[in-house]
């Protein structure tokens, strides 16, 4: 027996299977791609931006940059083919940050890191303390 699950697009309920989406959906997003597709493989659309494509195709936007990211549409093929970092908006090709917010979230995640490494040691620091202080109550 398979294991049930609900779409992440359209919330049915499905056997589980590789995709999160249910065999309905990827049906439709299949068709969406071979319309991008269809769409790009013209010479005169090859140098097409996403909003070119998505005002042709009219395929949602997140879809088509589903397909780059997951490699369906290749950038080495399509040179136009960039969307929007996820924090500030400027074209990207890979991944979901540009170079510069991916190493600014780093930065942050590393100095998080060490504040919370700080507080461990100050935890300790004062359990000790408190430990010492109860030894010394009970020499009393
Ligand atoms: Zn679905
Ligand atoms: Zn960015």
Not at 6 to 33: G, H
Not at 41 to 54: F, Y
Request: with cysteine.
């Amino acid at each position: 027996m398979g294991e049930l699950t609900n779409c992440l697009k359209c919330n049915a309920v499905f056997v589980k299977t590789t995709q999160d989406i249910c065999p309905d959906c990827v049906r439709k997003e299949e068709k969406a791609f071979q319309k991008v597709y269809r769409f790009l493989s013209k010479r005169e659309n090859r140098e097409a931006t996403i909003a070119e494509i998505v005002k042709a195709t009219e395929v949602e936007e997140e879809l088509i940059i589903k397909f780059i990211r997951t490699n369906r549409l290749q950038r080495s093929r399509f040179p136009k083919l960039a969307y929007p970092c996820e924090n500030c908006g400027v074209d990207i090709v890979s991944g979901k940050l540009c170079e510069e917010c991916s190493n600014e979230i780093l930065t942050k995640f590393e100095q998080a890191e060490k504040i919370a490494e700080k507080e461990k040691q100050q935890r300790k620091k004062e359990k000790k303390i408190d430990t010492y202080y109860s030894i010394d109550k009970k020499n009393l």
